[in-house]
């Protein structure tokens, strides 16, 4: 197993650019994963802006509040499997908030995916990744991040749920030493 390679943000773009300009019309999935508030959803669309027709998918829209971590199986059912033959994509955004199924969104194959959030790399979503990515911002940084974007009820939901849950999955499957890049989450935009 190679070390993934520490870079900035516009390094990590421009690599992701020469991998799609060397896959045209051909599905290419790349993976960006990390803890809670370290910047994955802001690259992700830095990602989307550079690279055309780039489609992200974010794992939070396959979370619930009655459901551990996220929805992996229907991440499967809904995206990785069709993209992998060919087909269109067409998964379903749950709401949160009201713990339902909201808008469905569409993908075609032959695009760039980006798949990002917490665990986005996990083991058991066997996705076929062209080059994955770790965010790495400091805890408190995170947390404060947390703290602006879900508020002060939030944040014992984060403490005793969200971070323990990625603390496990960091210690049993140890992304940021298996992932291709590692970035900075707080560099400036």
């Known amino acids: 197993m190679v070390a993934p390679r520490r870079v900035a943000q516009a390094e990590a773009v421009t690599e992701i650019e020469a991998v799609a300009a060397s896959r045209p019309n051909i599905t290419t999935f790349i993976g960006i994963d990390g803890p809670g508030g370290a910047g994955k959803s802001a690259l992700a669309m830095r990602i989307k802006a550079a690279v055309p027709g780039a489609q992200v998918v974010a794992v939070d829209d ?15 059912r809904q995206v990785r499997d069709p993209l992998l033959a060919g087909r269109a994509a067409h998964y379903q955004r749950w709401d949160w908030d009201r713990d339902e199924g909201a808008e469905w969104h569409d993908i075609p194959p032959g695009v ?78």
């Open 62 to 76: 396959f979370a619930g509040p009655r459901v551990p971590e996220w929805d992996w199986l229907r991440f499967i």
């Open 112 to 189: 760039v995916v980006v798949i990002e959030g917490v665990s986005s790399t996990r083991d058991e979503v066997g996705v076929p990744w062209h080059l994955t990515l770790w965010v790495d911002t400091a805890r408190e940084a995170r947390l404060a991040r947390a703290l602006q974007r879900d508020g002060e009820a939030m944040m014992a939901t984060w403490l005793t749920e969200w971070i323990p849950s990625e603390e496990a999955y960091i210690a049993a499957q140890r992304p940021q030493q298996r992932l291709d890049l590692v970035v900075s989450g707080e560099e400036p935009p």
